[in-house]
């Protein structure tokens, strides 16, 4: 497998990003639905200060893997039409959410005065003052961006399997470090 792709599939990189991004995504949605039914706390404190961590690690990464989409870009969807359009819109929406969430997760923290502590290394200076109204906006923009993002997942994950198991194309194949076996048309 190289690094980069190539005009049949994605390289290791990107695909270790994606993977990558899947489960920390799904650990994010398991954390945080475990922590905010704890009781108030030090355990509920230790809890959101992993899923605030987590959050800042899937920033990141995704800025990296952005930085190396320029280097590396996909290979070309063999789609046409409406489908392809559907395809690249969807791609650029989970892109926005994976920096938006934690964009706002951060701002929910500061405007609530909770730092962000990162894996107890370092803390995010805070760049707001906490305020009462703009937390509870904050707050909420965050739930309904996750109830986004997983309906997007589902989506975006049906359609992979849409193709390789009724469409019989290599569309999940040339995400995953096997070599292709089907034809490049969809
Ligand atoms: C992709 C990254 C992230 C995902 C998918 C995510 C997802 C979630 C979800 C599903 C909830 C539960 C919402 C609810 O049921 O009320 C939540 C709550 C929360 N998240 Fe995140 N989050 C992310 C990043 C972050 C970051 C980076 C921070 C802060 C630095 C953060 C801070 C919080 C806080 C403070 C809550 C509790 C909200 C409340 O108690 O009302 N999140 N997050
Ligand atoms: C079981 C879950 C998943 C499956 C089966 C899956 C499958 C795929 C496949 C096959 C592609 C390549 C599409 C193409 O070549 O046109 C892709 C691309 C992509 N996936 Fe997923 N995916 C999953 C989960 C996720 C998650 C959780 C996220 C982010 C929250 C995500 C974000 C993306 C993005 C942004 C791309 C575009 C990559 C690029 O071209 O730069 N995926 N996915």
New binding site residues.
Partial sequence: MKPKGDQERYGIVAQGF?WL??GL?AAMFAIAWYMTGLPLGPEKVKVYNLHKSIGVVIFTITLLRLAW?QLSP??P?GMNGLERFA?RAS?VL??LL?LLQPSVGILHSWTANFPVVVFGLFTIPSLMAPSEALKKIFAAIHYWQSWT?LGL?AL??SA??RHHFLLRND??Q??LPIVPRRRRTR
């Fill in positions: 994606h991004t899947l995504v989409r996909p290979p969807s395809a791609h989970l892109y994976l993002i997942v975006h994950a992979a399997l569309v999940l040339r995400m």
